[in-house]
C-alpha cells in the first residue's frame, strides 16, 4: 500500500533561478523513478531562515507531497545528504485527516485564485 509523504528542503541561498530548478528536478526524479507519484508541489521561494545554517540566513524552501512505498524515503533522504545545494530536509508521513486537510485547502486556494481572476475581468 502506498504512503503519501511531504517533504520540504531548503536549498543554499547561493543557487541561481536555473540551479534551484535543477535540484527540485533531481528530486522529484528521484520520487518518480522509484515509482512514487507526485501529488503536488509548491516553491515558497526564498525565505528567512529562523536561525543560521551553515553560515546563511535564508534559503529557498521548496515543498513536495507524493505517493509511495515507505522504502523511498530513506533513498531520498540519502540523496539530500549527498547533494551540497540542500541546506535543511525534513519528509513526513501523512496521517489520513492530514491527507484530507491538504487536499482541501489546495481546492479551496485554487477556488480563490479563480475567483479572483473572475473579479479582475469584471473589473477591465
Not at 17 to 23: D, N, T, V
Not at 91 to 117: G, L, N, P, W
Amino acid at each position: 500500500m502506498l504512503n503519501q509523504y511531504e517533504t520540504v528542503f531548503i536549498c543554499t541561498p547561493v543557487l541561481s533561478e536555473a540551479q534551484m530548478k535543477e535540484a527540485v528536478r533531481k528530486f522529484k526524479k528521484v520520487i518518480t523513478d522509484n515509482k512514487g507519484e507526485i501529488v503536488y508541489e509548491e516553491d515558497w521561494g526564498l525565505k528567512k531562515l529562523a536561525y543560521p545554517i551553515q553560515k546563511k540566513s535564508t534559503g529557498f524552501y521548496h515543498l513536495i507531497e507524493f505517493r509511495t512505498e515507505p522504502e523511498l524515503i530513506a533513498k531520498l533522504e540519502t540523496e539530500y545528504r549527498r547533494d551540497e545545494r540542500i541546506i535543511r530536509f525534513l519528509t513526513m508521513k501523512m496521517e489520513k485527516y492530514a491527507v484530507v486537510y491538504a487536499e482541501k485547502k489546495r481546492a479551496r486556494k485554487s477556488a480563490d485564485q479563480k475567483q479572483s481572476i473572475e473579479n479582475k475581468q469584471e473589473g477591465e
